[in-house]
T-cell receptor, first 110, second 115 residues
Framework: GDSVTQMEGPVTLSEEAFLTINCTYTATGYPSLFWYVQYPGEGLQLLLK?????DKGSNKGFEATYRKETTSFHLEKGSVQVSDSAVYFCALIDNTPLVFGKGTRLSVIA | DAGVTQSPTHLIKTRGQQVTLRCSPISGHKSVSWYQQVLGQGPQFIFQ???????GRGNFPDRFSARQFPNYSSELNVNALLLGDSALYLCASSLAPGQGFYEQYFGPGTRLTVT
């Protein structure tokens, strides 16, 4: 079945550091890909999405590019802030509702 | 506009009991999905409803059931609770089901603790 694998956390960075969270997927069809963010005590918020190969999703300084050849959708941000501390989930939709990775906890220290 | 709302926020139940969780979608949204998020894991799909009909079911036992009402709100029921049912239960609404065409908006969740 469809699955998402993302890098294990936690990830701890200093403010203004560069962030990469790796995500790879397995799908039988041609999925849409997402990154969701979960702040402490809250539900999930959609951060960005891409629906076809080579699409780049972007929001709030975060970016991810749909790479079909490597089945990847890595999340990047050039300069993280303390307010970016949260859990980040990579997810896909193929012929089923959302399939999520296990999440990566990011802590940004001042 | 109000987002997805869920009630209650927190719930503590004893093994063997039954629980009902409620979800109100965003106005105009006709599809509701339920997910279970165990601590430290990503959410797992339980059910999807659209126009009051079940459109999908995840790999969960028959103790889990759900329904959608004419106003598109939804209930998730879990019978014969087990310790392993302790989790955050998330509801998401969208205009309609679809492969990523319709964004799913998540509620804050109901934290269920089974003792």
């Amino acid at each position: 079945g469809d699955s998402v694998t993302q890098m294990e956390g936690p990830v701890t960075l200093s403010e203004e550091a560069f962030l990469t969270i790796n995500c790879t997927y397995t799908a039988t069809g041609y999925p849409s890909l997402f990154w969701y963010v979960q702040y402490p005590g809250e539900g999930l918020q959609l951060l960005l999405k891409a629906t076809k190969a080579d699409d780049k999703g972007s929001n709030k300084g975060f970016e991810a590019t749909y790479r079909k050849e490597t089945t990847s959708f890595h999340l990047e941000k050039g300069s993280v802030q303390v307010s970016d501390s949260a859990v980040y989930f990579c997810a896909l939709i193929d012929n089923t509702p959302l399939v999520f990775g296990k999440g990566t906890r990011l802590s940004v220290i001042a | 506009d109000a987002g997805v709302t869920q009630s209650p926020t927190h719930l503590i139940k004893t093994r063997g009991q039954q629980v009902t969780l409620r979800c109100s979608p965003i106005s105009g949204h006709k599809s509701v999905s339920w997910y279970q998020q165990v601590l430290g894991q990503g959410p797992q799909f339980i059910f999807q409803y659209y126009e009051k009909e079940e459109r999908g079911r995840g790999n969960f036992p028959d103790r889990f059931s759900a329904r959608q009402f004419p106003n598109y709100s939804s209930e998730l029921n879990v019978n014969a609770l087990l310790l392993g049912d302790s989790a955050l239960y998330l509801c998401a609404s969208s205009l309609a089901p679809g492969q990523g065409f319709y964004e799913q908006y998540f509620g804050p969740g109901t934290r269920l603790t089974v003792t």
